[in-house]
């Protein structure tokens, strides 16, 4: 499978080189063009390494690093800037971010840079991969359903189905606090890591909700248990709270 890149710079004309760049080396690249856009997308899809420009309007490179942190801390970041200085260097490393390249940086370095980054990812996740799950990083269901969540996986016999970083966190935070009554607001804080009002956390949640359950929806021990509370938010009903509506039909 090729690896995801993202792309974010407010220069067309950056952002399409470097997009051609990489997309010559056969990565499968996406481009947006500033920070909050990339933020939407990475709560979406999965991503495996970030090219990001540190100076842009709205939401800066290190904006974007802080929430990439929360929502997908698996993602690699490759920060490019024009206006290069020891602190915002600095800043950038103690944020977790990979490499920090001055723009223009040539091909050469910014493919070396990627695949430094892609080879560290994947040598996390395949350490990650080769120890034995911690009880709060794997669950199964009383009909066998495995969920994996280090790595992000719903599994049943033959089965099996990805989840972004936003759909995994949900799911973790509802599997972890099971029959308790969260807030639309308070599962915003949670999953994504920022305070919004409550009418936001509505706009921001039904859709992550709504893909979560879509995807769940082969795997009724997970999806039959996300119940709406109306008016509040969701709750993450207990096993044999289902179970028990069920008979009592």
Same mark, same amino acid.
Request: net charge negative; proline share 4%.
């Given at each position: 499978m090729?690896?995801?890149?993202?792309?974010?710079?407010?220069?067309?004309?950056?952002?399409?080189?470097?997009?051609?760049?990489?997309?010559?080396?056969?990565?499968?690249?996406?481009?947006?063009?500033?920070?909050?856009?990339?933020?939407?997308?990475?709560?979406?899809?999965?991503?495996?390494l970030m090219v990001l420009d540190l100076k842009m309007p709205g939401m800066n490179g290190l904006d974007v690093v802080q929430v990439a942190s929360? $929502?997908?801390?698996?993602? @690699?970041? /490759? +920060? &490019?800037?024009?206006?290069g200085s020891m602190e915002s260097a600095v800043e950038a490393l103690r944020q977790r971010v990979h490499d920090y390249l001055l723009k223009p940086a040539s091909p050469t370095q910014i493919l070396e840079s990627v695949k430094r980054g892609l080879s560290r990812r994947e040598a996390k996740m395949t350490q990650h991969g080769q120890s034995a799950p911690t009880e709060m990083e794997y669950f199964r269901t009383e009909d066998g359903t495995e969920v994996d969540l280090m790595r992000r996986l719903v599994i049943k016999g033959q089965k099996?189905?990805?989840?972004?970083?936003?759909?995994?966190?949900?799911?973790?935070?509802?599997?972890?606090?099971?029959?308790? $009554?969260?807030?639309?607001? @308070?599962? /915003? +804080? &949670?999953?994504?890591?920022?305070?919004?009002?409550?009418?936001?956390?509505?706009?921001?949640?039904?859709?992550?909700?709504?893909?979560?359950?879509?995807?769940?929806?082969?795997?009724?021990?997970?999806?039959?248990?996300?119940?709406?509370?109306?008016?509040?938010?969701?709750?993450?009903?207990p096993e044999s709270a289902k179970k028990g509506k069920k008979e009592s039909k």
């Open positions: 090729k690896p995801n890149i993202l792309v974010v710079d407010d220069e067309p004309i950056a952002r399409q080189s470097l997009s051609d760049i990489l997309r010559l080396e056969g990565y499968h690249v996406t481009a947006v063009a500033n920070g909050e856009a990339a933020v939407d997308h990475v709560r979406k899809y999965s991503v495996d929360q $929502v997908s801390p698996d993602t @690699e970041i /490759v +920060l &490019l800037t024009a206006y099996t189905e990805t989840l972004t970083p936003a759909e995994g966190h949900l799911l973790k935070v509802f599997l972890e606090n099971t029959a308790k $009554v969260f807030s639309h607001r @308070e599962l /915003v +804080l &949670l999953v994504q890591g920022y305070d919004v009002s409550q009418r936001e956390a509505q706009e921001i949640l039904r859709p992550l909700v709504s893909r979560l359950r879509h995807k769940l929806s082969a795997y009724p021990q997970l999806y039959n248990r996300i119940v709406s509370v109306r008016g509040t938010g969701y709750v993450f009903e």
